[in-house]
């Protein structure tokens, strides 16, 4: 099965995107991931990426497309792929569906904007070792000092309020969109993410084998 994994920033989108690799055992593909990797392997799309890069440009919709067909049709994708980042806009899913990459079925993560603020904007991180808290969800025994190490625990600069909410601004004005793109064709399920994330995942199974 060839899935989409849509959600805001926050909304628990890479958890749910291993937690589906792991039941169909099939890959997470990351945008990230497969343009470094491609890059480094010197194939002909990734030649042509790293000159856009080299040259501080955003690398075209088509390279990054000719990259993904390149990695969708290796071995581990024959019993399909998650992606994960991709398409951000309306145009990318138009150039995906131009270049014959078939998607079976588009699973959005639906989280509240004001209850990704509260996640995000109450993550802590440990400077020292990476441990990660939460001010009201997993508090630290001591305020600021990591539980493992003893290190400070700092707000991330992807979490600070303003930051989270330009990123969500960004979401909805540009990636939001895929929804009724995928809805028209009757591949949109959406599922409410819940407090717990195993009960979300649940819900994510169920959604992707009904």
Known sequence: MNLILLGA???GKGTQAEVICSALKIPAISTGNILREAVKNETKCGL?????????QLVPDEVVI??????????????????????????????????????????????PDETIKKRLSGRRVCEKCGNSYHVD???????????????KTVIRKDDEPQTVSDRL?????????LKDYYEKQGKLVTVVGQEEVSETSKLTLAAIEA
Do not use: W
């Open 66 to 111: 000719g990259i993904l067909k390149d990695r969708i049709a290796q071995d581990d994708c024959k019993n399909g792929f998650i992606l994960d980042g991709f398409p951000r806009t309306v145009p990318q899913a138009e150039a995906l569906d131009k270049m014959g990459v078939n998607i079976d079925k588009v699973v959005e993560i639906f989280v």
């Open 137 to 151: 969800f997993k508090p630290t025994k001591v305020d600021s000092v990591c539980d493992a190490c003893g290190g």
């Open 48 to 56: 042509e990426a790293k000159s856009y890069m080299e040259s501080g």
């Open 9 to 11: 920033p926050g909304a």
């Open 169 to 177: 601004k960004v979401y909805h004005e540009k990636t939001a969109p």
